[in-house]
């Protein structure tokens, strides 16, 4: 493909235009990059909301190259760079066509991919060719039901294959569905260049606070059912239960933003609640070597959502199936835990999401392949649980104990040697 963007889109069709909160959540990826990282723009328009966020998401090292959406239209890209003043156009380039690009870290896709499964693959397999070794790709889709169908399907595929993450923008017209794909395997210290991702689907209440996606949908349940229960019964005050429900319920998933410490050195809690039991054990599953474990629990009031302890990448992620006891008690070891392993510079770290004698929905978000800076969010525990996070024994001290209260991503709970 010689001309740009290798983006198909059907006959008849205009492209899908991306907002902001799309636009932001396509370079998502080259804006949690701390250090000096070279970008490729495919598809760009001036006017269009991705140029200005990735063009925002720069940093003083970093280099942007940018191709248009049709090739007549890089001179009117230049003139408009040209006007961003010389912080901007020292650092951006614009070339005719994408066959004029070399590879790039990050490469992202302006325009959302609505043509067919084979139209698909062919510009992913062109794409793929300037996406540098361990770097990443993203690219869109119509995320609507009979939109596009072969476009989102075959992208639906390519990220079971390759996909480090995965978002659904509803604040879109129409929405989307961002793909984040990694062809080749990533260095693991990349991880410690990252910030925590980016997350649509979480509401923002306020600056600092946001509800996540799942405790929306419960809200909105219980409205439905709260507005179904007056159309049934219009004299009955029984729709008011599910009413006054739905916002304590949307508080359980709440998602609160949180300061990392800058300490290169310390290892964070992983969740929010009560340390249980600090321990030295061996467990076959992730090595021969000993294990450091912090196990903390949530109570439903603490906030369920589980956060990497440590900058590091997945390398495995399984589910071991046993009881639903209660999660503060002993037999709790036995309950169902998913495993999320990581591996980082100072060997391997495990964080366990366990259910409890409620709990007994588990979240997991952070596919094999991605690479998650320390405090980022990996998913969440409804209702009640225990997060255990192991450490190697012999790289780690622990810096609490039985009773004490953490805070996910904040507090510290051990340090590396």
């Known amino acids: 493909m010689t001309q740009s963007p290798a983006v198909p889109t059907p006959a008849g069709q205009g492209p899908v235009r991306l907002g902001e909160r799309a636009a932001r959540t396509l370079t998502a990826e080259l804006a949690r990059h701390h250090g000096s990282k070279t970008a490729l723009l495919v598809g760009a328009e001036a006017d269009s909301a991705v140029l200005g966020a990735v063009i925002g998401a720069l940093l003083p090292g970093d280099t942007l ?127 410690g260049q990252l910030a925590p991702a980016y997350r649509p689907s979480s509401v923002p209440i306020t600056r600092t606070m946001h509800i996540d996606s799942n405790g929306v949908a419960a809200a909105g349940i219980a409205l439905g059912l709260a507005a179904l229960a007056k159309i049934a019964r219009p004299k009955s005050r029984l729709w008011l239960v599910p009413a006054l429900a739905a916002a304590p319920v949307a508080a359980f998933f709440r998602d609160p933003e949180r300061d990392l410490p800058e300490d290169d050195s310390t290892v964070v809690a992983s969740a929010d609640g009560r340390v249980l039991s600090v321990e030295r054990l061996t467990d076959e599953r992730f090595g021969d070597g000993e294990f450091l474990r912090i196990a903390v629990f949530l109570s439903v009031l603490d906030v369920h959502v589980n956060r990497s302890p440590v900058a590091g990448k997945v390398v495995d992620y399984f589910v071991a199936d046993g009881g639903f006891a209660a999660a503060m008690k002993p037999d709790a070891e036995h309950n169902v835990a998913a495993y999320t392993v990581l591996d980082t510079e100072r060997g391997t770290v495990v964080v366990a999401q366990r259910t409890g004698l409620i709990a007994r929905r588990i979240v997991q978000r952070a596919p094999v392949g991605a690479l998650l800076a320390k405090g980022e969010r990996i998913g969440l525990i409804r209702f009640g649980s225990r997060t255990d996070v192991y450490l190697p024994s012999d790289a780690a001290d622990p810096l609490v104990g039985p009773g004490d209260r953490v805070i996910g991503g904040a507090s510290v709970i051990a340090r590396w040697h």
């Open 65 to 191: 190259t940018v191709v248009p959406a049709v090739p007549y239209d890089a001179e009117a890209l230049r003139t408009h760079i040209s006007a961003r003043g010389p912080w901007v156009s020292d650092r951006v380039r614009i070339i005719d066509t994408l066959a004029d690009a070399g590879t790039a870290e990050v490469v992202l896709v302006a325009t959302p991919f609505t043509g067919t499964v084979e139209e698909t693959r062919a510009a992913l397999a062109d794409l793929g060719t300037h996406v540098a070794k361990g770097g990443v790709l993203t690219v869109a889709a119509p995320a609507l039901p009979g939109q596009t169908e072969g476009a989102g399907a075959e992208l639906d595929r390519q990220a079971a294959l390759f996909g480090v993450g995965t978002d659904l923008v509803l604040r879109n017209q129409p929405p989307l569905r961002v793909h984040r794909l990694r062809f080749t395997p990533a260095e693991v210290a990349a991880a």
